[in-house]
């Protein structure tokens, strides 16, 4: 207890993050249905969220080392706060698509100042203890975030507001904290190519991994609206996607730990296909839509995660930190294209299009795992399999320890 009171500043700044930076997305996507807005410019406003993220996780670490943690902080938490209170003010797709890079950044570099700040404190024994309770709290702010958008009214400068008031308030428990401030941890490098060369297959399950969670998380309300749900459901909808793929977890991390992580990889992706088709063709009723959600999120959330276990198998301890990084790269490249391709696709061809496009991705991670079981190699020393978050580069070294097992193998 006493160690987690020493984290409860951090802790309660990342729930108060989430209840903001979550409920932006849906929400902007049922404002921009609410304002007309086509189906193609809501799909730009959830890539350019990612494109923020990006250029976040770039910036941050060289801003705390420049200001320190809670002044960076400071500044990112601005950032978003600003992007929030200025969409009622302009009202228009591409500025806010703009704003929206603010969100992103603002994600990215607050993620990035906690995480470094946990890095710096945090000791080989207790560090378990502490990313459980840290990722409990994640989840628990992102499922909070989406029943929010059950009460914000679309297009409503009140309802910005409160996401505001919320960003805002995640600054007093970091930045009022009497805890002495860490130094800047190392900062790890961005070698892209690092994670081809010791897993081209998991670089392609990440790409779609991104391309089934940043499309649904950003694109989700716009289905949900097209298949007759009201905003209440909708916030239900998107609560039990997040549900299911927490749930996931447990069974995901057993079966990688005791099967070839390849073949668990082919028969998640089999699964995520079947769940796709009956998303798509299966939209009548809430019921119906409800259930669909909840096993497209058991389907398709384990993804990074045993991509990542599989990536990590064939690294060195000393790579672990950079290939978690290339890794999140990877995914936010997907990130950023996906909503918007989505987006088009809906546009072009109905509502079932966004499972059409995620199975497709899940077809060809299927086809390139058959193709890796004939030439791969297979490594019989494996890490332990680790939820990993997709929040800043620096959760690689976070997780680090966590990957390697009790014999010492890697």
Same mark, same amino acid.
């Given at each position: 207890?006493?160690?987690?009171?020493?984290?409860?500043?951090?802790?309660?700044?990342?729930?108060?993050?989430?209840?903001?930076?979550?409920?932006?997305?849906?929400?902007?996507?049922?404002?921009?249905?609410?304002?007309?807005?086509?189906?193609?410019?809501?799909?730009?406003?959830?890539?350019?969220?990612?494109?923020?993220?990006?250029?976040?996780?770039?910036?941050?670490?060289?801003?705390?080392?420049?200001?320190?943690?809670?002044?960076?902080?400071?500044?990112?938490?601005?950032?978003? !706060?600003?992007?929030?209170? &200025?969409?009622?003010?302009?009202?228009?797709?591409?500025?806010?698509?703009?704003?929206?890079?603010?969100?992103?950044?603002?994600?990215?570099?607050?993620?990035?100042?906690?995480?470094?700040?946990?890095? !710096?404190?945090?000791?080989?024994?207790?560090?378990?203890?502490?990313?459980?309770?840290?990722?409990?709290?994640?989840?628990?702010?992102?499922?909070?975030?989406?029943?929010?958008?059950?009460?914000?009214?679309?297009?409503?400068?009140?309802?910005?507001?409160?996401?505001?008031?919320?960003?805002?308030?995640?600054?007093?428990?970091?930045?009022?904290?009497?805890?002495?401030?860490?130094?800047?941890?190392?900062?790890?490098?961005?070698?892209?190519?690092?994670?081809?060369?010791?897993?081209?297959?998991?670089? &392609?399950?990440?790409?779609?991994?991104?391309?089934?969670? &940043?499309?649904?998380?950003?694109?989700?309300?716009?289905?949900?609206?097209?298949?007759?749900?009201?905003?209440?459901?909708? &916030?239900?909808?998107?609560?039990?996607?997040?549900?299911?793929?927490?749930?996931?977890?447990?069974?995901?991390?057993?079966?990688?730990?005791?099967?070839?992580?390849?073949?668990?990889?082919?028969?998640?992706?089999?699964?995520?296909?079947?769940?796709?088709?009956?998303?798509?063709?299966?939209?009548?009723?809430?019921?119906?839509?409800?259930?669909?959600?909840?096993?497209?999120?058991?389907?398709?959330?384990?993804?990074?995660?045993?991509?990542?276990?599989?990536?990590?198998?064939?690294?060195?301890?000393?790579?672990?930190?950079?290939?978690?990084?290339?890794?999140?790269?990877?995914? !936010?490249?997907?990130?950023?294209?996906?909503?918007?391709?989505?987006?088009?696709?809906?546009?072009?061809?109905?509502?079932?299009?966004?499972?059409?496009?995620?199975?497709?991705?899940?077809?060809?991670?299927?086809?390139?795992?058959?193709?890796?079981?004939?030439?791969?190699?297979?490594?019989?020393?494996?890490?332990?399999?680790?939820?990993?978050?997709?929040?800043?580069?620096?959760?690689?070294?976070?997780?680090?320890?966590?990957?390697?097992?009790?014999?010492?193998?890697?």
């Amino acid at each position: 207890m006493r160690l987690l009171l020493t984290f409860a500043p951090l802790f309660l700044s990342v729930l108060l993050l989430q209840l903001s930076t979550g409920g932006v997305g849906p929400l902007d996507a049922l404002s921009g249905i609410a304002l007309d807005f086509t189906v193609g410019q809501i799909g730009l406003l959830g890539s350019a969220h990612f494109v923020g993220f990006f250029i976040g996780c770039w910036w941050a670490p060289r801003l705390m080392g420049a200001v320190g943690h809670s002044r960076a902080f400071a500044a990112f938490t601005a950032s978003g !706060a600003i992007g929030l209170i &200025a969409h009622m003010t302009i009202v228009d797709p591409y500025a806010w698509a703009m704003m929206r890079v603010a969100s992103g950044l603002c994600v990215a570099g607050c993620y990035t100042v906690i995480e470094g700040w946990m890095m !710096a404190r945090l000791e080989n024994a207790e560090r378990g203890r502490v990313m459980g309770s840290y990722r409990i709290i994640d989840m628990g702010g992102s499922l909070l975030a989406q029943t929010m958008i059950s009460f914000l009214a679309p297009a409503d400068y009140v309802s910005y507001n409160v996401l505001a008031i919320l960003c805002c308030a995640a600054l007093f428990p970091l930045t009022l904290t009497r805890a002495e401030q860490p130094a800047m941890p190392a900062q790890p490098r961005l070698r892209p190519g690092l994670a081809w060369a010791r897993s081209p297959l998991a670089v &392609a399950a990440v790409i779609v991994s991104a391309l089934s969670a &940043a499309t649904f998380r950003m694109i989700g309300p716009l289905y949900g609206k097209e298949v007759g749900l009201g905003t209440d459901q909708i &916030a239900l909808f998107l609560s039990i996607y997040i549900l299911g793929g927490a749930l996931a977890q447990y069974p995901a991390g057993w079966l990688a730990d005791k099967f070839d992580r390849r073949r668990v990889l082919i028969w998640i992706s089999v699964g995520a296909m079947l769940s796709c088709l009956l998303a798509a063709t299966t939209s009548d009723g809430v019921t119906m839509v409800m259930l669909n959600a909840a096993l497209f999120g058991f389907t398709t959330f384990p993804v990074y995660s045993v991509a990542a276990a599989h990536a990590h198998d064939f690294a060195s301890h000393e790579e672990r930190a950079e290939l978690s990084a290339a890794l999140l790269f990877f995914y !936010a490249l997907g990130a950023i294209a996906a909503p918007w391709t989505a987006s088009q696709l809906i546009a072009a061809f109905g509502p079932g299009a966004l499972f059409a496009m995620v199975a497709v991705g899940h077809l060809a991670l299927l086809g390139f795992g058959l193709l890796r079981m004939r030439v791969g190699r297979v490594r019989t020393a494996r890490t332990r399999y680790v939820w990993a978050p997709r929040t800043s580069f620096i959760i690689g070294r976070l997780l680090r320890r966590a990957r390697e097992r009790e014999d010492g193998t890697a």
